[in-house]
Structures are given as structure tokens and as C-alpha cells.
């Protein structure tokens, strides 16, 4: 027997003999092999073989089955199964897809809602799956659809896997159903929709304002409706209310009890809420409030206590002092329930409302215009009301304000050192005043007077004496009369005037000396209160800029900024205010210009040679004093004198001698190059 494996090559191919021997004899067969390739299979996803290593994958009957275990989307594909021989190859391809069930995605808060009512509400059905699954709702196990969801919830749509509800009522609160199913399945999920009310308080025949007297017991009823059921709080005045013995509330709160109504009952209240000038006199208002989680409602409820008049408070007044001529307000503060009418008599005879008295605020307040003298009398007003009436007495006393005669304000100017007085008239009246007189607010006392011989005021206060005026009196007086009634004020502002005058020590100096050409300043300090006015004048004519002249430093100096024959003369300042006038004159004078003259021969006159030889030039000319020596060679200076001449060095020839003498009144002095230098010859 001859076997090979089963992957027999080709190379096996041919014709063997199988030769058979024993002793008796031998015998031989001959057999033809030929070697036939087996069937080759190829199975393939997307193309691609598959992967060896996926344990999810197994084959059977001899590679003709595939098996694929706990199939996911990610094994979806094409697959293929290829056979090949050495006849050729065939192939089958097949189309995987995996089917997903549906699932549900839901957070827990969307599984459990609570909305307000009328408010807007979207209920939604998030679901996975393959195919896309089909989302049905149900409500309490009804299918929605879109021909019923109106019908069954008010104001709601379907839009894909969401309701929509605009408007929720609370009938609509319960159980809605989220169904989703495909191919693979189907799955459920329930969404509990709870719709909170508002509070509700019932008004309808329940009246909230009450009046009783006092001791007597009332209730208060405030029903409430709302989902989830409201708690009911009561408030005194805006405050929470705390139970006592006289007040009490029923179990739910709903209730609130008075079993014994009396004033204290709003203790807590404002009293001006409750009491004066307000037409609700003694109504103490009392709220229910109810809340839950939805909102709140709230309602008011008056408990009216009825009560006789009454006079009460800690300031009431009954005497009234006004001056002439004033306002007065007389005030009736009557409490009561129901609010009393008022009646206003004067000593005793009933008033009525004219020009000048006016009844506000019901009756409780009597205002007089302009009060007068004859309006003195004793004011009562009588409160009056269904459980009784009351009465209050009020004096009112007219006190006239003293009067200054003349203006209030008066402006008084006087002239340095001269005397003034401050007159403060009174009118006659028979209340006693007294006289003040300030200074700029501060009082003037005979202490403040002392060592001040220039102001006196008299014993009868009405008259400041100021004998000799000074700029440091200048000022704010005010005359200060006051009586039981008030005061009046009048004021003096007194100026103090100071003549215009010219100060020396600052002013230019009268006399100016000036070289022609040159510029001048010319200085005219001028003070004074108020500040004077400043004229210049140039031979008789005023002064104004022009191109040679300005007038500068508010008119106190003139600069002059080419000095010529014409503007040499006589300037004059003149200052000028209310109180006087100053006038200053400054003389300007020409003298010669700086200048040199062409070289000079000059010849020695005498016997002797340069014997006290004088040569004199006036102005424009030198003047030479030189030695009684022929034989001195000098240089000379002679620097710059009162009358303009400049600072000149004279080399005097023929001399040998260093001496010095004197030029021109000053000492010869040594020649230095950057003088100027004019050579003398003597003959």
C-alpha cells in the first residue's frame, strides 16, 4: 500500500507498479496516479479576509458555514464566500445587517415633572435603535395621536417624539407613556406629569372689610384652593401676626378668630396709619396669605373698631403764639371711629370758612392767613361722631415782629477818616426789644468796644457811631432787633473810601535824562479804593498807544521806545477815584548822543609847549586837562559824565612821562586796547 498526505503534490503523478514475490513465485499490478487539486475557499468581509483571531467567528461543515456570535453594528458588511479549483472559481456574497431593539435615553429628572399651571411644557422621548424606532405615546393608556391629542390634552401637539403642551391644566397631571418599537423590539417608559396650581384665596361672598365695637368676637375666613395644598399665614400692619390670648387661628390656618375686639389689637401698627389725619381712623388691616411651592396669594381684610372721639397724642397744643402778619395753624387731632366731624368755634360762636380761615383735612386743621390782632381769641373745636363726641380748647396770642424802618439792605460809602453813622429805626410797639449790632456776623459788645475811641454805640442801641473812618472798617453791619415774636435784620455795607494817591518810593523819579534814540519807562504807582483811574498827559494833550507809546501794568506805565526832540518835555500822571485825585509831572531832558569825531590836530597855544593846555568840547565836545610837561607821552581816559558823554581814551603824544593826572574831574587811568582811541598831535 502506498499513501501520501493529503495535500498531494502534482509531482506524485505517474504510473506505479506494485510487485509481488514469494518463494513460490511472483506477480505484479500497475496502477496510473494522477493527482486532482481540491477545492479552495476564501471567505471575505468587506473584501478583506477575515480575521483569523475574532473568536466570535467560527466555521463548520468544512468551512462551508460561517457563524457569527453576539453579531453587533460593527459586523455589518458585505461577506463573501469565494471557491476556486484549477477549473476556475465561483463566488457568493452576502449582505449583513444588524438589527439594534430600541432603548430609551432618559435622564430621571425627565421622568418626573412638575410645571406650574399655564405654563408651557415639552415632554421628550429620546430613543436609539435600528431601524429608527417608532415613538407612541399614551396618556393613563390611551394612544395619542394627532387626530385625538387635542381632544384628550388641551393646547398640546406631537412634533416627532416630543409633546409639546402650550397651556397645562391641572387636569392633565398623571401618568404619560413613551412606547418605542422596531424589528427588534419594543420598550416603554413612563413620565409622571404633576401640575402645581397657584394658591387660590375664595373672595366670592366673603366680605373683607368688618366694623364692630369694642369686646365683641369676629372671624376672619380665608378659604384656600391650589395643588400642593397652600399653608396659610396671617399678618398684622405687613408683620406676622403672634397669637395670643384674644387671637386665634383654626387648625389649617384658614381662619383667624378675635374673641374679645379691642385697640390693642393693633398695637404694632404706626399710629398715624391708624389714627391721625387719616379718614380710616382705628381700621387695623390684617392679610392672609397663602403659599405653595406654585406661588402665592394674598388678601387684605379690615377690621374697623368703632370708637367715641378722642383727643390723644403726647404734644398736644393748646396755646398758639404767632406774629401779626403770619400764617397760624390751629389743629384739632380728634380720633374716632367712624371718623368724627369737626365744628370750630371762637370764644364761643361758630366759624365758617372765609378769605382768610380755612378748614383742611375735615376739620382738623383751622389755617389763618395774614394773621391780625383781632384774630386773639379762645379757638375750641368740637368732634362729633355716632358714639359720642369730644372737644379741645386752643389760646392763640398775636405778637407783632418789630419793624426797621427804611430798606432792609443799604449801601453807605464814606470817605477815609471822615465820620459815619448807622442809623436803626424802630417802629413804635409796645413790646420791649433788644437792639444787637454785628459785624460781619460777630456781635458788637461794649467788650468789643473798649479801646476803640472811633466806634460808640448809645444806651438806646439804635444808632453805631463811627467817627473816624478807616479801611478796616469797611464791611458788613447788621442791626439786629428782637422781641417774643422774632427778630428783624437790617443790613449796612459800608465802604470805606480811600483818595487816589501816588507812592514815591516806587515811582519813577521826576527828572529823566536821556539819550536821543534811547528807550524810557516811565513809572506811575497810583493806589487807592476804588482803584483809580490813571490819565497821561503830554503838553496838555491825553495820552494814547500809538507806535512810539504803550501804555502798560493797567495803565500805571508808559514806555516811550524812541526818545527825539519831540518827545522831551513834560509828562504828567494823573490818578482819579471818588474819594480824590493824585497827579504826578516827570520831566525828560535830552543830553549828547554816543558818538566819535574824526581825528583831531590839535595845537598847543603859549610859550610854553603844553602848559596847562585846556581844549573843552560843551556836549559834543571833550574836555582836556593835560600836563605843564612837553615831554610826557599819557593816555587818558575820561569815562561817561551826567550829561551823556562816553567813556573816551586819548593817547596825548610828545610826552615821556607815565604821570597821572586828572581828566575831566577823574583820575587818568592806563590805556587798555578795547577803549576807543584818538591820537592828539601838538605841533
Not at 230 to 254: D, E, M, Y
Not at 563 to 590: M, P, Q, W
Not at 656 to 675: E, I, T
Request: charged letters at 25%; aromatic letters at 8%.
Amino acid at each position: 500500500m502506498y499513501r501520501t498526505n493529503n495535500d498531494g503534490l502534482l509531482g506524485h503523478r505517474g504510473s506505479y507498479v506494485c510487485h509481488a514475490k514469494n518463494d513460490v513465485g511472483n506477480a505484479e499490478i500497475n496502477f496510473d496516479v494522477d493527482v486532482i487539486k481540491s477545492i479552495t475557499m476564501y471567505r471575505l468581509y468587506d473584501f478583506k479576509p477575515l480575521s483569523s483571531t475574532n473568536n466570535r467567528i467560527t466555521k463548520a461543515q468544512n468551512d462551508r458555514r460561517l457563524n457569527l456570535l453576539n453579531a453587533t453594528i460593527a459586523d455589518e458588511g458585505g461577506y463573501s464566500c469565494r471557491i476556486k479549483n484549477d477549473a476556475g472559481e465561483t463566488r457568493v456574497d452576502y449582505k449583513l445587517v444588524v438589527l439594534v431593539p430600541p432603548s430609551i435615553v432618559m435622564l430621571d429628572k425627565d421622568k418626573n415633572r412638575t410645571v406650574i399651571e399655564n405654563e408651557s411644557v415639552t415632554l421628550s422621548c429620546p430613543a436609539t435603535g435600528k431601524p429608527e424606532p417608532v415613538i407612541t405615546w399614551l396618556k393613563d393608556g390611551e394612544t395619542l395621536h394627532t387626530e385625538n391629542i387635542s381632544n384628550v390634552v388641551k393646547s398640546a401637539v406631537i412634533k416627532g417624539s416630543e409633546i409639546k403642551i402650550a397651556r397645562v391644566k391641572s387636569t392633565i397631571s398623571g401618568r404619560f407613556t413613551c412606547e418605542a418599537s422596531n424589528r427588534a423590539g419594543t420598550t416603554e417608559q413612563d413620565v409622571l406629569l404633576n401640575v402645581m396650581t397657584l394658591p387660590r384665596i375664595e373672595r366670592e361672598g366673603i366680605p373683607s372689610d368688618i366694623e364692630d365695637v369694642e369686646g365683641r368676637t369676629i372671624t376672619l375666613s380665608c378659604p384656600v384652593y391650589g395643588m400642593p395644598t397652600p399653608t396659610v399665614t396671617w399678618l398684622k400692619a405687613g408683620r406676622p401676626l403672634n397669637q395670643h390670648q384674644n387671637i386665634k387661628t383654626s387648625a389649617n390656618g384658614q381662619k383667624l378668630y378675635f374673641l374679645r375686639l379691642n385697640k390693642d389689637d393693633a398695637d404694632s401698627l404706626p399710629f398715624s396709619l391708624y389714627f391721625l389725619y387719616n379718614d380710616d381712623m382705628f381700621i387695623y388691616r390684617y392679610t392672609c396669605v397663602a403659599k405653595n411651592a406654585a406661588g402665592e396669594d394674598k388678601r387684605d381684610f379690615n377690621v374697623k373698631l368703632l370708637e367715641a372721639p378722642s383727643f390723644e397724642g403726647p404734644n398736644l397744643v393748646r396755646r398758639v403764639q404767632v406774629n401779626a402778619g403770619k400764617p397760624s395753624v390751629l389743629n384739632c387731632p380728634a380720633g374716632g371711629s367712624p371718623p368724627p366731624a369737626i365744628t370750630w368755634l371762637k370764644d364761643g360762636k361758630t366759624m365758617f370758612p372765609s378769605a382768610r380761615h380755612v378748614f383742611l383735612d375735615g376739620g382738623r386743621q383751622l389755617q389763618i392767613s395774614n394773621t391780625q390782632s383781632d384774630d386773639k381769641a379762645r379757638y375750641t373745636c368740637i368732634a362729633t361722631n355716632a358714639v359720642g363726641s369730644d372737644d379741645l380748647e386752643t389760646s392763640l396770642n398775636v405778637v407783632s415782629v418789630p419793624i426797621i424802618l427804611g430798606e432792609k439792605h443799604e449801601k453807605l460809602e464814606v470817605i477815609e477818616n471822615f465820620r459815619q453813622d448807622l442809623i436803626c429805626e424802630l417802629n413804635e410797639t409796645e413790646t420791649p426789644v433788644d437792639i444787637e449790632w454785628q459785624k460781619a456776623g460777630q456781635t458788637i459788645t461794649q467788650e468789643t468796644l473798649r479801646g476803640d475811641s472811633y466806634l460808640q454805640i448809645p444806651s438806646s442801641g439804635r444808632r453805631l457811631h463811627i467817627l473816624s473812618s478807616r479801611t478796616s472798617d469797611s464791611g458788613r453791619y447788621t442791626c439786629v432787633v428782637r422781641n417774643a415774636a422774632g427778630e428783624a435784620r437790617k443790613t449796612f455795607n459800608l465802604k470805606v473810601l480811600v483818595p487816589a494817591t501816588i507812592r514815591d518810593s516806587s515811582s519813577s523819579e521826576t527828572l529823566q535824562t536821556v539819550i536821543p534814540g534811547s528807550k524810557l519807562s516811565l513809572d506811575c504807582d497810583v493806589e487807592g479804593n476804588p482803584t483809580p483811574e490813571i490819565t497821561w498827559r503830554y503838553g496838555g494833550e491825553e495820552l494814547e498807544d500809538d507806535d512810539n507809546i504803550k501804555i502798560i501794568n493797567q495803565r500805571k506805565t508808559i514806555l516811550i521806545s524812541n526818545i527825539d526832540g519831540e518827545r522831551a518835555g513834560k509828562y504828567t500822571c494823573h490818578s482819579n477815584n471818588k474819594a480824590g485825585n493824585a497827579t504826578r509831572d516827570f520831566v525828560v531832558r535830552l543830553t549828547g548822543n554816543n558818538s566819535f569825531y574824526k581825528m583831531l590836530n590839535l595845537s598847543c597855544l603859549g610859550s610854553g609847549l603844553c602848559d596847562e593846555q585846556i581844549f573843552r568840547f560843551v556836549h559834543e565836545f571833550l574836555t582836556l586837562f593835560s600836563s605843564n610837561s612837553s615831554d610826557r607821552s599819557v593816555m587818558v581816559w575820561c569815562p561817561s559824565s551826567a550829561m551823556g558823554l562816553v567813556d573816551l581814551a586819548f593817547v596825548l603824544t610828545k610826552m615821556n612821562s607815565a604821570d597821572y593826572q586828572d581828566v575831566c574831574g577823574h583820575r587818568l587811568v592806563p590805556y587798555f586796547p578795547h577803549y576807543p582811541v584818538v591820537s592828539f598831535t601838538f605841533p
